[in-house]
C-alpha cells in the first residue's frame, strides 16, 4: 500500500531549529511533487512549501520564505523540509503529501497523505 511517512517534529524553543522528514513506501516519490501543509488548532490548513518531481521548482509562503528550506533525495525516497528561526507561530502538525509531478496551492488534488508530525514552538 502507497502510503507517505512524516518524521522529525518535537518541541523546541523559539529561534530553534528541526528537520522534517517526509518518506513514501510503495510508490516512487522521484514521479511526485511534494508539498508541505501545516494546521494549528483551530485554523485552516495552509500550504507552506513545494518541490515538483525533479526539484527543480520551489514554492515558499510568504510566512515562512528565507526560514524553510524544502529539498529531496529520491535516491532514498524521502524528501525533507528543514525549518530554523522557529517561532511559535509555527506550532501546528505538519503534513506531507504527494501528487503527480507538479505542485499545487490546492491541497485537494494531492492524492497521498501522511499522519502528521506535530512541531511545538516555546516562547
Known amino acids: 500500500q502507497a502510503q507517505v511517512v512524516e518524521a522529525g517534529g518535537g518541541l523546541v524553543q523559539a529561534g530553534g531549529s528541526l528537520r522534517l522528514s517526509c518518506t513514501a513506501s510503495?510508490?516512487?516519490?522521484?514521479?511526485?511533487?511534494v508539498g508541505w501543509f501545516r494546521q494549528a488548532p483551530g485554523k485552516e490548513r495552509e500550504g507552506v512549501s513545494c518541490?515538483?518531481?525533479?526539484?527543480?521548482?520551489?514554492y515558499y509562503s510568504d510566512s515562512v520564505k528565507g526560514r524553510f528550506t524544502i529539498s529531496r533525495d529520491n535516491a532514498k525516497n524521502t524528501l525533507y523540509l528543514q525549518i530554523d528561526s522557529l517561532k511559535p507561530e509555527d506550532t501546528a502538525m505538519y503534513f506531507c503529501?504527494?501528487?503527480?509531478?507538479?505542485?499545487?496551492?490546492?491541497?485537494?488534488?494531492?492524492?497521498?497523505w501522511g499522519q502528521g508530525t506535530q512541531v511545538t514552538v516555546s516562547s
Open positions: 503529501a504527494a501528487r503527480f509531478y507538479y505542485c499545487s496551492g490546492s491541497s485537494t488534488v494531492y492524492n497521498y
Open positions: 518541490i515538483d518531481y525533479i526539484g527543480r521548482t520551489e
Open positions: 510503495g510508490l516512487t516519490l522521484g514521479r511526485y511533487a
